[in-house]
């Protein structure tokens, strides 16, 4: 066997382990692929759903409830400067949970220039309280690996640092969700920083899932993934995979055998930034475990 062959049949055999936990994200007001994933998706599988600026609390409880009844685990966004104030976010938490069973969120700052209201980053709203006050117990940190096209790294890092610290201060479980790359050497390269630095949450590494070609760059190039875009230019066969909307074998491949080489990475799991499409996603990580 040539040794090619060996390192991918290596990365093949470690990608179910690192597909037993995954998710799909989408828009709470995407009501074709709510539907499609309440009929589609294996029962327990978590769901995130955005809210977008300027969206109702109602559009969102609705969507969440949806998941909920097909028995998946929604995992609303709650993001800071899409919040006017506390008040909301007290009301919009208490709805969540007692209308669709939530138990978990994914907490955002958020990327609109100018907030709606009082909040301007995701530890305003864990210093609030008002998690864990309606039995929150489980949250999602964003992190970003290949740094944040609007804040400076050293500011992410001290970000990310506080925000554990609330997080550790008010008893919730913490997992980090990165923002998608094309460059698995970048998520390595993640896991070992926070591992250094004495950060123990899982990392859920964030994965673009199969889209039109000018969608994912266009999505690429807004959320600040230049460097593994230029990584693409590179890597002949991945770029291949990646722009044609296939899947992402080889990407993930090797993330999973890095993990199966060293555990301490802590990587645990995939999150699938869909497009518009979650089933098309979720139907190839169930083809893998």
């Given at each position: 066997?040539?040794?090619g062959?060996?390192?991918l049949k290596?990365?093949?055999?470690a990608?179910?382990?690192?597909l037993e936990?995954y998710?799909v994200?989408?828009?709470?007001r995407?009501r074709?692929?709510?539907?499609?994933?309440a009929?589609?998706?294996?029962?327990?599988?978590?769901?995130?759903?955005a809210?977008?600026p300027?969206?109702?609390?109602?559009?969102?409880?609705?969507?969440v409830?949806?998941?909920r009844?097909?028995?998946?685990?929604?995992?609303p966004?709650i993001?800071?400067?899409?919040?006017?104030?506390?008040h909301?976010?007290?009301?919009?938490?208490?709805?969540?949970?007692?209308?669709?069973?939530?138990?978990?969120?994914l907490?955002?700052?958020g990327?609109?220039?100018d907030p709606?209201g009082e909040?301007?980053?995701?530890?305003q709203?864990l210093?609030t309280?008002?998690?864990?006050?309606h039995g929150?117990?489980k949250?999602?940190l964003?992190?970003?690996p290949?740094?944040?096209p609007?804040?400076?790294?050293?500011?992410?890092?001290?970000?990310?640092?506080a925000?554990?610290a609330?997080a550790?201060?008010a008893s919730?479980?913490?997992?980090l969700v990165?923002?998608f790359?094309f460059?698995?050497?970048?998520v390595?390269?993640?896991a070992?920083?926070?591992?250094a630095n004495?950060?123990?949450?899982?990392l859920?590494v964030?994965?673009?899932?199969?889209?039109d070609?000018g969608?994912?760059i266009k999505?690429a190039?807004?959320c600040?993934v230049g460097?593994?875009?230029r990584?693409?230019?590179?890597?002949?066969?991945?770029?291949?995979?990646?722009?044609?909307?296939?899947?992402?074998?080889?990407?993930l491949?090797?993330?999973?055998?890095?993990q199966?080489?060293?555990?301490?990475?802590g990587?645990?799991?995939?999150?699938?930034?869909t497009?518009?499409?979650p089933v098309?996603?979720?139907?190839?990580?169930e083809?893998?475990?």
């Amino acid at each position: 066997m040539a040794p090619g062959e060996a390192q991918l049949k290596e990365e093949w055999s470690a990608l179910p382990a690192l597909l037993e936990n995954y998710s799909v994200e989408l828009t709470a007001r995407d009501r074709r692929s709510v539907a499609d994933v309440a009929a589609h998706l294996q029962r327990g599988v978590e769901v995130f759903v955005a809210n977008l600026p300027n969206e109702s609390a109602d559009v969102l409880v609705e969507a969440v409830t949806a998941l909920r009844e097909a028995g998946l685990v929604p995992v609303p966004h709650i993001v800071a400067r899409n919040t006017r104030h506390a008040h909301e976010l007290d009301e919009t938490l208490g709805r969540l949970v007692k209308e669709a069973g939530v138990d978990r969120v994914l907490v955002l700052g958020g990327d609109r220039d100018d907030p709606v209201g009082e909040f301007t980053s995701a530890l305003q709203l864990l210093e609030t309280g008002l998690i864990q006050k309606h039995g929150i117990r489980k949250i999602f940190l964003a992190c970003y690996p290949e740094g944040h096209p609007r804040i400076s790294d050293t500011v992410l890092q001290e970000a990310l640092k506080a925000k554990l610290a609330a997080a550790r201060e008010a008893s919730l479980e913490v997992t980090l969700v990165s923002q998608f790359v094309f460059d698995p050497k970048l998520v390595v390269e993640l896991a070992k920083w926070l591992r250094a630095n004495g950060i123990e949450a899982p990392l859920r590494v964030g994965v673009a899932g199969p889209a039109d070609r000018g969608k994912l760059i266009k999505y690429a190039i807004r959320c600040g993934v230049g460097a593994s875009l230029r990584i693409l230019k590179e890597r002949g066969e991945l770029a291949k995979n990646v722009l044609a909307g296939e899947t992402p074998d080889e990407l993930l491949g090797e993330i999973a055998e890095a993990q199966a080489y060293d555990p301490s990475l802590g990587i645990d799991g995939a999150h699938f930034f869909t497009f518009g499409d979650p089933v098309k996603s979720a139907r190839w990580v169930e083809g893998q475990r």
